[in-house]
Nanobody
Framework: QVRLVESGGGLVQAGDSLRLSCAAS????????MGWFRQAPGKEREFVAA????????YYAESVKGRFTVSKDNAKNTVYLQMNSLKPEDTGVYYC????????????????????WGQGTQVSVSS
């Protein structure tokens, strides 16, 4: 059974940084792309970032490009999201997800491409 567990969320001020982690178990993620999504209260879940199975190809939403960095440590079966220069509009529950496609070189921004999801971690940014 695949399990994804996010950690690292918290309450910070605008301009601060956070690093989210997503540890996978039940499947070796080294052959799968992984993604990060977020959901703010009253809004739909939106794509944040994704990374190819090898970790060599990142993909970002325009709203976070230049501020967030996604990375993958296949040896640790973990994906990370480094978030810098946080803004109040970054507030939400952040979810990591495992792509259903093996060896996908092109990360996807569509939730439909992802088969397994974590329970989420709350990120709150005050102004």
């Amino acid at each position: 059974q695949v399990r994804l567990v996010e950690s690292g969320g918290g309450l910070v001020q605008a301009g601060d940084s956070l690093r989210l982690s997503c540890a996978a178990s039940g499947r070796t993620v080294s052959r799968y792309a992984m993604g990060w999504f977020r959901q703010a209260p009253g809004k739909e879940r939106e794509f944040v970032a994704a990374i190819s199975w090898s970790g060599g190809i990142p993909y970002y939403a325009e709203s976070v490009k230049g501020r967030f960095t996604v990375s993958k440590d296949n040896a640790k079966n973990t994906v990370y999201l480094q978030m810098n220069s946080l803004k109040p509009e970054d507030t939400g529950v952040y979810y990591c997800a495992l792509d259903r496609r093996r060896l996908s070189m092109q990360p996807s921004s569509s939730p439909d491409a992802y088969e397994h999801w974590g329970q989420g971690t709350q990120v709150s940014v005050s102004s």
